[in-house]
């Protein structure tokens, strides 16, 4: 219990942190709605590409360094596809390119190297990344793609009776949130409902036990990667049909890396929870701390969103390595 | 209980009755392979009348014995009923039961057919068929590990049924005319009792006795076919054979039997029994586990759970009897219905139960009140084997911790100047199976069955029972002292696991204290208090100290009784040892052993009567394998205050 | 022993003239012993002796440099553990390797994976096909759950049941896979003695009723002589003795190699 302490007191001064704004009147409520609700949209594609890590960590000890590399070359596939065809059948014939992708990264990457030492692996995931990048501009192409929802992107008042002047919600962005909550429950689902999910876990428990009883590791790694690159896929359409596709997309990946050190590398449930923390702290901080610190100290401002989710993860490091939801590490004598 | 049973004087008749007017309803439901199976009334009873027409092939007359060895089964419950149809006698016998502990109940009833439920029963039974030559057919429920077993005696339950059904379809008339020659006063079943010396006596209880009393308690209830009982206890014991065939039969309710002994719980918070039935140890073991996992849960929650059950013990047990409650306690009590009570109820598989009773011991008060307190109606009830259990229930409203309520309608209770309780009541056994000797020191001939139990009606008609008449003496003036009354007060501190009572012929009471390990174990733990074992922590004065205080509290409550006033607990030493049965000081039912351990320690009850402050004892033990040896201690000897019976309001 | 309910057969696997070294330690030198099927087999030896190298070697984890592994007549090299399970070989671990992440239910149903047959799309839609499969593998594992006594604990995350009952658990899940061979890898180990009888008990009558043809391995003597048809014995990685436990106790090589070390 008294080692929770750290935790129970840095989450504390998070819950203080996030209320302040509201408590000192420094916002008004409406507006700070606003921002809570920007960031908790922001939150959810963090959490979408945490996920794909988590997944595939669990599953096969991997750390995929191509995580990034693989939402980008999906958005870029889906773009392009959709240039050609109705959305949904490019957003079909994505997922085929997607499962096919993890296909080849077992055969080519993984098989070869599996006993090899983790790092062995990461590298090589490292090199998937570059190479995804380029090979899918090579692909693709280099320009800066639309994907078109279908969704007006014109934002609408609601709440109007409740906050003054009403809150702007964007319908995309409610529409996203939607999917990415119905594509969290069908994973779910998947996972504890299914005969192959329940193979999964038993993958990500112990190998040789899963192996001993008949599971093929190899197809479950398969399996893994193209989940991962299922939710790849549609991290990528929803960021691509705010921002449009482009290179910046496979940064996500940087911002993914402090969520699931927060949340904890072999925990879907850390992966959901840390996205929305950092999606909510970084908005936040860029809004409220922004401000304060350029009156205080006199300060630029600005770029709070670019260091604020690495700082807050180096804080979770320091005082609970595992992350919020990560299993302590215990070595098996 | 809409139907009228006129007539219907046998549970034959019953089971033939309900098949038609609620066939489709369950009867009987078990959990198997993870599923609950559903009996219908119709199906019971074509089981039964198939497995009696089995029975009948084989041979069973009218007259005849069937032995049931095993656990509540639907196809046990069967075959009782099967028995019962062909006139003949059904034994329920105890499951755990060693194999020896068998022979004399199959020799003395002189057995020929048994049902045993499983492997493990057969191998008993197969292992005492030298000593019973009588047994000649055994069938088994469960084949399981079976196919091996070549002896001439064995056969399959499926096989007796099938060839049961075949004989019923070429004479679907087979039965009924052995059904109708069944009449009330034809024996039902026989139970054993285990006698603390000596060989067990087979009670004999005929069909109205059982229905009879078993129609009382429904009646008093309103028990209906929408009730539901969990069948958990051996079904060889009356207290839950009464409950899961007797009054089943009379109000058409559903059993269920649970999977396996251990998933009683699991099985109880799905099927969501309406009537229940657990002897006092059973709720101790249940409140001892809500206990430990409230310990292990976080602060908030056990914060909650202190603060919800305090309020509970305040003024559940009012909210429960309908007495008056101010405003702002029962709105809290509803909340805390909603955050605790509830769920814990919920936990205990006790969320439908509208009568749950206690007996067969002393419940200890404190246990009582929590049931009580969050909700459950639980009652206390006092019978035994040979009134067909029901003679006095506390009626819903007039529930008290210390006694057990008044008489059931049909029964009378009467005293004799000892003060054992008599009682005359249509549930009376019929006799001992033969051992008229010992039939005619129970019943008189006016047909009042002495209970052996000393207690007294107090002011509103209730039964009290304090002790064994046996049991019960007097001190050197004549005050009255009730050594077993006196224990259970002090054992239901959780502090005390075994109290002995000295007092006999004697000045003044004296006790001997055993410390529950675990209990003050953990409480010198939380004071820092170092101890080496039972013998060292049993030594320490504090100890002592915490003892006292609960013996004191036992004296306070006895001075408020005018028949016990007298009796109080003047001094008391706390075991250098533990005693257990091996060392012959318990019974293997955990019962003390008072005369053994006052012979055994003479010394010490001398020195506690006489005054001495120290006494040095050497004893000798048995260990776990068979060694012995000498474990030697100084005890110390304490005295405990009086109190006068004036001055018990301010001690309390 | 004298009742059993599968009287015993052929030879079902043959281990035949296996080395194993990692770098330059040899594990095991030119063992080679046969299982017939239904039987009781025990390696048994000291610690060190191989035993566990022996077992890894026919579940398909170690892949010797010399021999040859005969399982149902066909031989195999380089099998993995996956294949050797679809073969119909399962086995149980020493050190318990049980999906913790999960309740001892699923855990079974674990053991029943490589006989589903339904694609993941009904599986994920649990329609049809898949869902009567997954009752019918349902029933198969409540049938083991009731055989080994565990239905108390189904709902149970294993990592909270007590060490003997994820014994059980493990042996279990094994069971599920509906082996002709099942290996347990010391099955008593770090038990108390009533939770090696039970264990004695499950053993025998696995064998009995499911006419499984089971190796053990243990180091426990006592045990193994009450179970056992035939014991192999191992020292150094050799074979020291093969035969009854009657045979096996009055060999003086067994009993130089097990009075050197105390026991």
């Known amino acids: 219990m008294a080692r929770n302490w750290p935790v129970v007191l840095l989450c504390a001064a998070l819950l203080v942190g996030l209320a302040l704004p509201l408590a000192t009147g420094a916002s008004p409520p409406g507006f700070y709605v606003e921002v809570l609700l920007g960031g908790l949209m922001t939150g959810v594609l963090y959490s979408l590409v945490a996920m794909g890590f988590a997944l595939i960590f669990k599953a096969s000890g991997v750390f995929n360094f191509a995580q990034g590399a693989m939402v980008l070359f999906a958005a870029l596939a889906v773009a392009r596809l959709a240039e050609r065809m109705p959305l949904w059948a490019a957003i079909l014939l994505g997922i085929v390119v997607m499962i096919a992708l993890a296909f080849v990264i077992e055969r080519v990457v993984l098989r070869p190297l599996v006993n090899q030492e983790g790092i062995a692996l990461f590298m090589a995931t490292l090199g998937v990344t570059f190479f995804l990048d380029g090979f899918g501009q090579t692909v693709w192409g280099s320009d800066i793609y639309k994907i078109d929802l279908g969704i007006a992107k014109e934002p609408v008042m609601v709440l109007q009776g409740l906050f003054q002047g009403g809150i702007l919600i964007n319908k995309e962005d409610v529409a996203a949130a939607l999917v990415a909550v119905a594509l969290v429950a069908v994973l779910a689902l998947f996972f504890q409902k299914t005969a192959t999910g329940r193979a999964l876990r038993a993958v990500a428990d112990d190998h040789q036990a899963a192996q001993s009883i008949g599971i093929p590791l190899n197809r479950m790694w398969v399996i893994v990667w193209s989940v991962a690159g299922i939710v790849a896929l549609v991290a990528g359409v929803i960021w691509g049909s705010r921002l449009g596709v482009q290179f910046s997309v496979s940064l996500v990946a940087l911002k993914a890396l402090p969520v699931v050190i927060l949340g904890g590398l072999t925990s879907v449930t850390g992966a959901i929870v840390g996205g929305l923390i950092i999606g909510v702290g970084e908005k936040m901080a860029e809004v409220f701390l922004g401000p304060v610190l350029v009156k205080t100290f006199d300060l630029a401002g600005g770029g709070i969103e670019n260091w604020f989710a690495y700082v807050l993860a180096l804080l979770f490091l320091l005082v609970r390595p595992q992350g919020l939801f990560g299993e302590k590490h215990i070595d098996r004598v | 209980m809409a139907d009228s049973l006129a007539g219907l004087d046998t549970f034959p008749k019953l089971l033939a009755h309900h098949a038609k007017a609620r066939g489709a309803l369950p009867a009987l439901r078990e959990k198997s392979l993870g599923i609950w199976q559903t009996w219908s009334w119709k199906r019971f009873a074509d089981e039964a009348r198939a497995f009696a027409c089995g029975l009948a092939a084989a041979g069973f007359k009218r007259g005849d014995h069937l032995a049931i060895v095993g656990d509540n089964r639907p196809r046990l419950y069967a075959a009782m009923c099967a028995a019962q149809c062909l006139g003949g006698i059904p034994v329920p016998m105890y499951q755990d039961a060693a194999a020896a502990e068998m022979a004399f109940p199959i020799q003395n009833a002189g057995v020929e057919f048994a049902l045993a439920e499983d492997q493990e029963q057969v191998d008993k039974l197969l292992e005492i068929l030298p000593q019973c030559p009588a047994l000649k057919r055994i069938y088994y429920d469960d084949p399981r590990g079976m196919r091996h077993y070549k002896q001439p005696q064995l056969a399959p339950y499926d096989t007796l049924l099938e060839q049961g059904r075949a004989a019923l379809a070429r004479d679907p008339a087979l039965l009924e005319t052995e059904i109708a020659k069944g009449s009330g006063s034809d024996t039902a079943a026989m139970f054993f009792t285990s006698g603390t010396t000596g060989n067990p006596k087979g009670v004999v209880l005929t069909h109205h006795a059982l229905i009879d009393r078993a129609a009382a308690a429904a009646e008093l209830e309103g028990l209906s076919d929408r009730d539901i009982v969990i069948a958990y206890l051996p079904p060889a014991w009356i207290g839950q054979n009464i409950f899961s065939y007797a009054q089943s039969f009379v109000t058409g309710y559903c059993i269920c039997c649970p999977e396996s002994a251990e998933t009683v719980m699991t099985d109880m918070r799905e099927i969501g029994p309406t009537y229940y039935f657990a002897p006092p140890r059973v709720l101790e073991a249940l409140l001892t586990q809500v206990s430990i996992r409230m310990e292990d849960a976080g602060a908030i929650k056990r914060g909650l759970y202190r603060y919800f059950m305090a309020l509970a013990q305040r003024v559940g047990g009012a909210i429960l009897d309908g007495r008056p409650v101010g405003a702002a306690d029962r709105l809290l009590y509803r909340l805390g219905d909603l955050l605790v009570y509830g769920p814990l109820r919920n936990v205990l ?304 | 022993m004298s009742q059993r309910g599968n009287p015993i057969g052929e030879v079902i696997l043959s281990v035949e003239g296996v080395s194993l070294a990692f770098g330059g330690v040899r594990a095991l030198t030119d063992v080679s012993f046969e299982v017939r099927e239904h039987e009781v087999r025990a390696i048994i030896g000291p610690n060190g002796a191989g035993k566990s190298s022996m077992l890894n070697v ?124 099942l290996l347990l890898d010391e099955p008593m180990a770090g038990m108390n003695l009533e939770e090696k009888q039970d264990m004695c008990r499950f053993i025998l009558d696995v064998n009995d009723h499911f006419g499984t043809t089971i190796v053990l391995i243990e180091h426990d003597m006592g045990v193994v002589m009450d179970i056992s048809d035939r014991v192999v014995v191992l020292d150094y990685g050799k074979k020291i003795g093969d035969g009854t436990p009657h045979e096996v106790r009055a060999s003086q090589a067994v009993i130089d190699a097990y009075l050197g070390v105390s026991h």
Not at chain 2, 476 to 492: H, I, Q, W
Not at chain 2, 519 to 530: D, F, I, T
Not at chain 3, 70 to 82: E, I, S, V
Not at chain 3, 165 to 170: N, P, S, T
Request: net charge neutral; with cysteine.
């Open chain 3, 58 to 181: 026919i579940n398909g984890v170690y892949h010797p440099q010399q021999g040859t592994i005969r399982f149902l007549g066909q031989t195999y090299h380089d099998m993995d553990p996956h294949e050797t399970a679809l073969a119909g070989i399962a086995r149980t671990f020493q050190n318990l390797a049980l999906f913790k992440g999960m309740s001892v239910l699923e855990n079974i149903l674990t053991g029943r994976n490589l006989r589903m047959r339904a694609n993941l799309l009904l599986q994920a839609l649990r329609a049809g096909p898949a869902l009567r499969e997954e009752i019918e593998h349902r029933e198969r594992v409540e049938h083991i759950i009731d055989f080994l006594e565990i239905q108390p604990w189904r709902k149970t995350p294993v990592g909270r049941l007590p060490y003997g009952l994820q014994k059980r658990v493990d042996l279990a899940r094994a069971l599920a896979m509906e082996p002709r061979v």
């Open chain 2, 349 to 652: 598989g006790m969320s439908r139960v509208r009568v749950a009773y206690t007996a067969g011991e002393a419940i200890g008060p404190d246990l009582f009140k929590f049931y009580r307190s969050i909700g459950i109606n639980l009652k206390q009830l006092y019978g035994s084997t040979e009134t067909s259990v029901f003679v006095c229930i506390q009626p819903n409203g007039q529930v008290r911790a210390d006694t057990v309520g008044p008489a059931v309608k049909g029964v009378e209770l009467k005293f004799t100047p000892q003060r054992e309780l008599l009682i005359r009541s249509p549930g009376l056994f019929k006799e001992y199976y033969k051992n008229p000797q010992a039939t005619l020191e129970a019943k008189d001939p006016e047909g009042w069955f002495h209970t052996g139990d000393a207690g007294y009606l107090d002011q509103e008609g209730h039964l009290k029972i304090i002790d064994r008449v046996k049991d019960v003496g007097t001190l050197a003036d004549g005050t009255l002292f009730a050594p077993k009354y006196l224990e259970n007060k002090l054992k239901f501190f959780p502090y005390v696991k075994e109290a002995v009572m000295f007092g006999h012929g004697r000045d003044r009471v004296c006790a001997f204290v055993n410390i529950d390990m675990e209990a003050v174990g953990s409480w010198a733990e939380k004071r820092n208090l170092p101890y080496s074992g039972y013998t060292d922590l049993a030594s320490r004065d504090e100890v002592f100290e915490l003892v006292r205080e609960c013996v004191e509290k036992v004296n306070a409550d006895l001075a408020a009784e005018p028949e016990l006033a007298g009796s109080q607990i003047s001094r008391f030493l706390i075991l250098h040892k533990e005693l257990d049965a091996d060392d012959g000081e318990l019974t293997r039912t955990r019962k003390v052993r008072r005369g053994a351990i006052g012979d055994k320690y003479r010394e010490l009850v001398e020195a506690l009567h006489d005054g001495r402050q120290v006494v040095h004892v050497e004893t000798q033990v048995r260990y776990e394998d068979g060694r012995t040896g000498l474990t030697s201690a100084d005890l110390k000897l304490r005295d405990a205050k009086i109190f006068s019976p004036a001055g018990a309001k301010k001690a309390a």
